[in-house]
Protein backbone atom coordinates (compact mmCIF):
# COMPACT_ATOMS: atom_id res chain seq x y z
CA UNK A 1 0.00 0.00 0.00
CA UNK A 2 1.25 3.59 -1.17
CA UNK A 3 1.45 6.08 1.07
CA UNK A 4 -1.14 9.14 0.91
CA UNK A 5 1.48 11.75 -0.02
CA UNK A 6 2.56 9.42 -2.45
CA UNK A 7 -0.83 8.27 -4.01
CA UNK A 8 -2.69 9.87 -6.63
CA UNK A 9 -6.53 9.76 -5.76
CA UNK A 10 -9.52 9.80 -8.68
CA UNK A 11 -12.92 10.78 -6.82
CA UNK A 12 -15.76 10.20 -8.86
CA UNK A 13 -19.58 10.96 -8.12
CA UNK A 14 -23.25 11.76 -9.47
CA UNK A 15 -24.53 15.08 -9.51
CA UNK A 16 -28.36 16.31 -10.31
CA UNK A 17 -29.17 19.86 -8.84
CA UNK A 18 -26.35 20.59 -6.87
CA UNK A 19 -25.11 23.73 -8.62
CA UNK A 20 -25.64 25.71 -5.54
CA UNK A 21 -23.03 23.71 -3.60
CA UNK A 22 -21.06 21.66 -5.85
CA UNK A 23 -18.17 24.25 -6.24
CA UNK A 24 -18.11 24.27 -1.70
CA UNK A 25 -18.13 20.18 -2.34
CA UNK A 26 -15.17 20.12 -4.75
CA UNK A 27 -12.95 22.48 -2.92
CA UNK A 28 -13.48 20.29 0.80
CA UNK A 29 -12.98 17.50 -1.10
CA UNK A 30 -9.55 18.92 -2.73
CA UNK A 31 -8.53 19.99 0.43
CA UNK A 32 -9.08 16.74 2.30
CA UNK A 33 -6.95 15.13 -0.49
CA UNK A 34 -4.16 18.30 -0.61
CA UNK A 35 -1.04 15.96 1.35
CA UNK A 36 -2.23 13.42 -1.22
CA UNK A 37 0.11 13.32 -4.61
CA UNK A 38 -2.48 14.07 -7.56
CA UNK A 39 -6.17 14.36 -6.77
CA UNK A 40 -8.58 14.19 -9.32
CA UNK A 41 -12.07 14.16 -10.24
CA UNK A 42 -15.00 12.64 -12.57
CA UNK A 43 -18.10 13.53 -12.50
CA UNK A 44 -21.14 11.98 -13.95
CA UNK A 45 -24.75 14.63 -14.58
CA UNK A 46 -28.33 13.52 -15.55
CA UNK A 47 -31.72 14.94 -15.10
CA UNK A 48 -30.43 18.19 -13.59
CA UNK A 49 -33.04 21.02 -13.77
CA UNK A 50 -30.67 23.62 -12.71
CA UNK A 51 -27.31 25.15 -13.61
CA UNK A 52 -25.33 22.05 -12.37
CA UNK A 53 -24.07 21.17 -15.99
CA UNK A 54 -23.28 24.41 -16.46
CA UNK A 55 -21.34 24.76 -13.00
CA UNK A 56 -19.31 21.45 -14.00
CA UNK A 57 -18.44 22.99 -17.06
CA UNK A 58 -16.90 25.97 -15.12
CA UNK A 59 -15.34 23.71 -13.03
CA UNK A 60 -13.54 21.46 -15.65
CA UNK A 61 -12.25 25.02 -17.44
CA UNK A 62 -10.39 26.05 -14.17
CA UNK A 63 -9.49 22.83 -13.06
CA UNK A 64 -7.72 20.37 -15.55
CA UNK A 65 -7.99 17.48 -13.55
CA UNK A 66 -11.97 18.26 -13.09
CA UNK A 67 -13.54 15.72 -15.78
CA UNK A 68 -17.40 15.40 -16.06
CA UNK A 69 -19.83 13.69 -18.41
CA UNK A 70 -23.43 14.66 -18.79
CA UNK A 71 -25.77 12.00 -20.47
CA UNK A 72 -29.05 14.23 -20.18
CA UNK A 73 -32.25 13.39 -18.97
CA UNK A 74 -32.55 9.39 -17.97
CA UNK A 75 -36.33 9.42 -16.51
CA UNK A 76 -37.94 8.44 -19.61
CA UNK A 77 -35.47 5.20 -19.72
CA UNK A 78 -35.63 5.10 -15.89
CA UNK A 79 -38.20 6.20 -14.23
CA UNK A 80 -37.24 4.77 -11.04
CA UNK A 81 -34.62 6.45 -8.96
CA UNK A 82 -32.54 3.95 -7.64
CA UNK A 83 -31.75 2.55 -11.20
CA UNK A 84 -31.14 5.50 -12.99
CA UNK A 85 -28.30 5.86 -10.10
CA UNK A 86 -27.84 2.63 -10.29
CA UNK A 87 -27.16 3.25 -14.68
CA UNK A 88 -25.21 6.77 -13.83
CA UNK A 89 -23.02 4.55 -11.46
CA UNK A 90 -22.37 1.48 -13.90
CA UNK A 91 -21.45 4.31 -16.44
CA UNK A 92 -19.15 5.93 -14.36
CA UNK A 93 -17.38 2.41 -13.75
CA UNK A 94 -17.37 2.03 -17.23
CA UNK A 95 -15.56 5.40 -17.88
CA UNK A 96 -13.05 4.45 -15.32
CA UNK A 97 -12.29 0.97 -17.04
CA UNK A 98 -12.20 1.94 -20.82
CA UNK A 99 -10.89 5.36 -20.58
CA UNK A 100 -6.78 5.73 -20.51
CA UNK A 101 -6.66 8.91 -19.00
CA UNK A 102 -7.85 7.16 -15.43
CA UNK A 103 -5.75 4.21 -15.37
CA UNK A 104 -2.97 6.06 -13.38
CA UNK A 105 -4.89 6.61 -10.18
CA UNK A 106 -4.08 4.61 -7.08
CA UNK A 107 -7.04 4.98 -5.86
CA UNK A 108 -10.85 5.52 -6.58
CA UNK A 109 -13.03 7.49 -4.03
CA UNK A 110 -16.77 7.33 -4.17
CA UNK A 111 -17.92 10.94 -2.98
CA UNK A 112 -21.42 13.12 -2.48
CA UNK A 113 -21.63 16.65 -4.27
CA UNK A 114 -24.49 17.87 -2.60
CA UNK A 115 -23.42 19.62 0.58
CA UNK A 116 -22.15 16.73 2.93
CA UNK A 117 -18.41 17.13 2.90
CA UNK A 118 -18.11 20.53 4.39
CA UNK A 119 -16.81 18.94 7.57
CA UNK A 120 -13.81 17.22 5.96
Same mark, same amino acid.
Given at each position: ?9 ? +??? /?? !? ?8 ? $??? @???? &? ?21 ? +??? /?? !? ?8 ? $??? @???? &? ?36 ? $?????
Amino acid at each position: MKLFKNSKFL +LVG /LA !RDCSDNLSAS $VFA @LRNA &FAGSAETSFFVLESDSTDQTPKT +LHQ /LS !RSDPNFNYRC $VGN @LTAD &FPNRTQRIAHCRNLCLSEIANNNYFASYDYIVIADFDD $VNHSL
